[in-house]
């Protein structure tokens, strides 16, 4: 049982290059949601997803893109990545929004 | 939006002592998360509580709905819980993720 799968573990990107970062679960989980780690900041909600064909923004979603095709795929799409994308991006998995979370080990993307 | 705050910042101790981490909101909620993040980066939950107490093992976890408020507790602390505690609510119905705090960074000295 892998629980949240993130790929790649890091990356690094040029300004405008685009890319996809992956999360899988095997857990049956409704529930998936992105979020980024900022030093002195705590977690934000990037985007989120109740279930597979459905999406929609969090706090931070701009420059940011999400599909849900299946239940247990969401990947984050950066369109044209900039520095200010620098973070560390965490995805999560629950049964249903107000249930205990799984996360993945996360993403440190560099955009130079 | 609710606003998370935690308490203290950092915190440093020594082995065995008892911990105590604060975790207050501005807005009612639903339910409210510990989570534990090591210096790897790896995140996990702790807890999820909406009311009461919980434990599991040397970590207590309680809640004060009227008082807006959470506590999280190491008893008999180890150099292997340094951590950052990071406190997180579900504010209303909606599901639209977690408010988090900015974390505790908790450093235990054998």
């Known amino acids: 049982n892998a629980g949240v799968t993130q790929t790649p573990k890091f990356q690094v990107l040029k300004t405008g290059q685009s890319m996809t970062l992956q999360c899988a679960q095997d857990?049956?989980?409704?529930?998936m949601s992105w979020y980024r780690q900022d030093p002195g900041m705590g977690l934000r909600l990037i985007h989120y997803?109740?279930?597979?064909?459905?999406?929609d923004q969090g706090e931070v979603p701009n420059g940011y893109n999400v599909s849900r095709s299946t239940t247990e795929d969401f990947p984050l799409r950066l369109l044209s990545a900039a520095p200010s994308q620098t973070s560390v991006y965490f995805c999560?998995?629950?049964?249903?929004?107000?249930?205990?979370?799984?996360f993945g080990s996360g993403t440190r993307l560099t955009v130079v | 939006k609710n606003e998370v705050e935690q308490s203290p910042q950092n915190l440093t101790a020594q082995e065995g002592e008892f911990i105590t981490i604060n975790c207050s909101y501005s807005?009612?909620?639903?339910?409210l998360h510990w989570l534990q993040q090591h210096p790897g980066g790896g995140i996990v939950s702790l807890f999820m509580?909406?009311?009461g107490k919980k434990k599991h093992g040397r970590l207590i976890a309680t809640i004060n709905i009227q008082e807006k408020h959470s506590s999280l507790h190491i008893t008999a602390s180890h150099p292997r819980d340094s951590a950052v505690y990071i406190c997180?609510?579900?504010?209303?119905?909606?599901?639209?993720?977690?408010?988090f705090g900015k974390g505790t960074h908790l450093i235990i000295q054998p």
């Open positions: 999560a998995s629950a049964r249903t929004f107000n249930y205990g979370y799984t």
């Open positions: 857990m049956n989980h409704e529930y």
């Open positions: 997803s109740v279930g597979a064909g459905i999406t």
């Open positions: 807005v009612g909620i639903s339910a």
């Open positions: 509580l909406s009311s």
């Open positions: 997180a609510v579900h504010s209303g119905g909606g599901a639209d993720g977690l408010t």
